[in-house]
């Protein structure tokens, strides 16, 4: 949507310091964005970060936020300058120690110019001080910081890191990550990972949280507010903590009724994928009047909205079924935003079947035979929809028709070993929907590129058997509210915020 230069490429990992200089005739600027074609201008090129360490002091009343942030990088081209995705205000950078020269550009982004040109291959440290209050910046017209009564929440998708921390913005570039915030006393800071500490001195109390496995920079997350805290453990062994703000009113009961289920879900999601495939769990539920929620990795962010009308544990499963299909493994581009909504879509309609409000096939043909052949739902295709639609409802809907077209194709024994084998087989990395349907076929032994073209990428609705099409018109009651419980609360246009179940995505 944002015309960028095309990056280079990448993927590494380091942290020390060795700058070699090169030759003039070689060396160069790094693109300005890594050449998505849904959003050419998102991320950067020339280096691969391996490591974020936040250091960051937020004041709740003001929503000023300073902070350093330390990035433990490795280039991946010969470097005169390189890129990164901020908007707030920049104080200085350094490079190796050495002060680099810098300036912001477009419309997100901040150009680093090291004293010494970067050779390939070259650890590389870069430190950034700055300051600013997030809620003031927009870029494209819109913000992904959350302004609460209490504090402050960074949560969206495609981007949300812009607003408190430089980075390299792609889901291709995951890296670890230290945040540690500093907040007034009787405030906590919420984000990723396992709390190490929360030591309070001097009136002000520093939260630090640690994620160790790799992430992708819009799954990172921040929430300073006053929040109820609860913690325990999975029957499998992994910690929980969820957080509440101490002012969600009449959704409070029904958010924690949702939530506080998080350890159960995730359980029964592992016996569908895998182990849980981080060191920590949770979720956080922040006094925000956005009605998405997002599949923050290791602790998901979700609206009061998504609680409104009870309790909503579908919510609940389909961000965790996220910490599978989208977080443990990340798409490689924006069009393959399939991999992670219509798999997490399926979930939900697996944990309807487990609470016995229709079974997932039922589900499937309720949502086939709600959609006539002349529906503009039928037009936007799962496979690629373009960033306009990239939340569209039938990348949600249709794309766990999709999935359940898979099913039936090549039977449950095949089609779950696929489900649990995905994850594995890409797990901390990236993958496409080409990459999916490869491996389908791997496993199912099965021909399968028809049935993806026809179910994915035909702007039409597919057609069944006749004698399953006279089934599909008359639901059971059972999966016709299961089904309408699973609908979006608002419209998204190309950004996450709407979703599903009232669930953002339902991102």
Sequence with gaps: MHPRLIAPGALAA???????????????PGAPGVGDPYYPAYGNGGYDVSHYDLRLKYQPATDELEGTATI????????????????????????????????SSGEHELEITPKTPLAKGTAVTVVVRYHGVPSSKQAYGFTS??????????????????????SNDHPSDKATYDVSVQVPDGTQAISNGTLQSAVSRLGWTRWSWRSDKPQATYLATLAVGRFDLTTGTTESGIPVVNAYSKDLGANAGAARAS?????????????????????????????????????????PFYSPRQFANGSNTSVVVHELAHQWYGDLVSVAGWKDIW?????????????????????????????????????????VAPGDPGPENQFHLAVYDRGALALQALRDEIGDDAFFAVLKGWPQRYAHGNASVEDFRRYAEEVSGAELGALFDTWLFQPSKPTVAAARAASLTVPSAASAASAASAAPVEPRSWRKIAATNGVHDTH
């Design 14 to 28: 380091a942290s020390v310091l060795l700058a070699i200089p090169a030759s003039a005739a070689s060396v160069g």
């Design 72 to 103: 433990l990088a490795r280039t991946t081209q010969d470097l005169s300058r390189f890129d990164l995705d901020f908007l707030l205000d920049v104080d200085e950078v350094r490079v190796n120690g050495v002060k680099a020269a810098f300036a």
């Design 145 to 166: 910081w959350h302004r609460t009564p209490d504090g402050g929440v960074g949560a969206n998708e495609p981007e949300a890191a812009w607003w408190w921390f430089p």
């Design 259 to 299: 939530v506080e289920r998080t350890g159960e879900i995730a359980d029964w999601l592992s016996e569908y994928f895998g182990p849980y495939p981080f060191n920590s769990l949770g979720g956080y539920v922040p006094n925000t009047n956005t009605g998405y929620a997002l599949e923050t990795q290791t602790r």
């Design 339 to 379: 991999i992670n909504e219509g798999f997490a879509r399926y979930a939900q309609w697996l944990w309807s079947e487990h609470e016995g409000e229709g079974t997932a096939k039922e589900l499937a043909d309720y949502v086939y035979a709600s959609h006539p052949a002349d529906d503009p739902f039928w037009k």
